[in-house]
């Protein structure tokens, strides 16, 4: 936008200034014209005068004294009584034609090349005022494109920001009308857009546990009681065909409650590497966090839900003695990123969720969040502290 502004405003100063000068260009060349005609006259003139005195007085004018009377490019042609006298340098540009009282012609003649020369000297003024305008133009253009422009790039970058990382800067009012007025539709769109996503995540949430939480329940009361010695063959095979109905009822809620913007694909090794890089350089303490190899895991997830559960996962740890370490990996069907401590486990083994809409906890709403992505975080029931995310592997 800002080179488009400065481009217009430069080319209306450049066409405003060739409006001046091709016409003053043109007017300075007719006046230097003028002038010459006025000194040839002046000096056609002067020669008559001369040469009618030495012929009055018996001396006719030779070349020599002819040539004494010219100035640079002049030159002269007398014809009287028969005798042509030619002094100077003869051309056709200016031609003026003086009757000698004694019944000859004067002709005095004036080069163009000194014309030339003197319309480049009454112009070059001109030249370097329009240059001088046109590069003051440029400057000006430059300041004002780039005050026109910036509330249109800080606009440009807050929307950036929203649709990349789910987060818009807050915009100060604009005193231009028309970009106050789009950062107020912005601001609208982004509260707008945060609430319905915050409902969403909800909703997904809570359909997830309210769904998940007694399928699973179910399908392992059914496997453990088609294995219990009481039960007979043909009561095992119904009830092992009713675990694969329930593997089918848990697929239909995992395709059901999948956000729309789970549909691209990204490398979950290396999202989970630039979300720690992206934690290590905003946490206060400096912790260091080891993250171990990953091999290529392409999933289909919300990257900006995933690094906000990471960040509390790893929040979880930011005071614990020693190293925080980070691994990601392929556990069956699904996908685990384990984040742990030196530490001893501070909290029971188990799934992480959210009491209910008062409960603010940072790991409680990451648990919500991970339900949200179909998966769910848990305490591993391990003598160290360990935090496990587990999604579904969905490439």
Known sequence: MRERLVVAFVGLTLVSLALFAVPRAYATADLVAAQDQRSAERTAALLADVVDARLEAGRPPTEETLAELLGAGEGVRLVSDGAVVTAGTLSDDVVVTTDLDSGGTLTVTTSSAGTQDRVADALL??????????????????????????????????????????????????????????????????????????????????????????????????????????????????????????????????????????????????LVAHGVERWSDSSEQRATVVMGETEPLPTRIDPHQLLVVLEAMLDDSRDAPGPIEVAVRAVGAGVEIRVGDAGPRRMDPGHVHRLGPDDEDPLSVAGERAEALGGHLRVDDTDRHYLVLTLPHRD
């Not at 590069?135 to 440009?156: E, H, M, N, S, T």
């Not at 818009?168 to 857009?193: H, K, N, Q, T």
Request: no cysteine; charged share 25%; aromatic share 4%.
């Open 125 to 270: 003024p001109l030249v370097l005022l329009v240059l001088l305008l046109g590069l003051f133009a440029g400057l000006v253009g430059l300041y004002l494109a780039d005050r026109l422009a910036r509330p249109f790039r800080a606009l440009a970058d807050a929307t950036d920001s929203f649709t990349g990382q789910g987060t818009a800067p807050d915009l100060p009012p604009f005193s231009i009308p028309e970009a106050e007025r789009l950062r107020v539709a912005l601001g609208s769109a982004v509260v707008r857009i945060a609430r319905q996503e915050q409902r969403e995540r909800q909703l997904a949430a809570q359909a997830s546990h309210e769904l998940r939480t007694p399928v699973t329940a179910l399908r392992l009361s059914l496997e453990d009681l088609s294995m219990w010695p009481e039960t007979t063959p043909g009561v095992a095979s119904e009830l092992t065909r009713a675990v694969s109905e329930l593997d089918r009822l848990d697929a239909a809620v995992t395709q059901l409650l999948e956000r729309p913007d789970d549909g691209a694909a990204v490398d979950l090794g290396r």
